[in-house]
Structures are given as structure tokens and as C-alpha cells.
């Protein structure tokens, strides 16, 4: 499974963004999706997940703040963003989790929150 995420872009503090995530290939059926973050100088470290049902898991940093979706039909995942931080800034990733190995990370999607 190729996974591309996408959506990034640079926010003010306080701002909202939605990436996205899209899967293709062959055997598309992960169970549970995460979204995945990784900072400058720090590990990569799941910020939300979602079961193909509709359950959600969230990090205390992007409790009230993030919702994560998924679209079964479209083999897509997507993360809404809001009052967004500084510290929100990463690279964000999309995967299976908790995470196999089996599919690569990809480049993932740069969201920078700067005034």
C-alpha cells in the first residue's frame, strides 16, 4: 500500500488546516489508520487514530484541537487541524498502527505554525 499524504502548508498561530491522506495499491484494508507527527530534533509519535468502525484515539496535544476522519469508500484519512501552535509544527505522516513496517511513511506533509 502507497500512502501520500498531502494538505500541509504554513498557519498563523491559532489557525486551521486539513490534511489528507491517500492510499492506493494493492490490498487496501488497514484496520486502524494513524496520523503521525515527527519535529525537528524528535521522534516521529502518533498524534491521532482511527479504527475503519469510526473509533478515535487522541494524543493529550491534539485533544479538543484535531479531528481525524476516514472516508472507507475513497481509502482516504484525513486530520482537521484547529487553533493551531507552534508546537504543532512537524512533518505529518500517515500509517497503519500501531505501525507494522509493512507500508512506507512516505514524504509526508510539512505544516509550519509562524506568525
Known amino acids: 500500500v502507497q500512502l501520500q499524504a498531502s494538505g500541509g502548508g504554513l498557519v498563523q498561530p491559532g489557525g486551521s488546516l486539513r490534511v489528507s491522506c491517500a492510499a492506493s495499491g494493492s490490498g487496501i484494508s488497514i484496520n486502524v489508520m494513524g496520523w503521525y507527527r515527527q519535529a525537528p530534533g524528535k521522534s516521529r509519535r502518533l498524534v491521532a487514530s482511527?479504527?475503519?468502525?469510526?473509533?478515535?484515539y487522541y494524543a493529550d496535544s491534539a485533544k479538543g484541537r484535531f479531528t481525524i476522519s476516514r472516508d472507507n469508500a475513497k481509502n482516504m484519512v484525513f486530520l482537521q487541524m484547529n487553533n493551531l501552535k507552534p508546537e504543532d509544527t512537524a512533518v505529518y505522516y500517515c500509517?497503519?498502527?500501531?505501525?507494522?513496517?509493512?507500508?512506507?511513511w512516505g514524504q509526508g506533509t510539512q505544516v509550519t505554525v509562524s506568525s
Open positions: 500509517n497503519d498502527w500501531p505501525y507494522t513496517g509493512i507500508n512506507s
Open positions: 482511527i479504527t475503519r468502525d469510526g473509533k478515535t
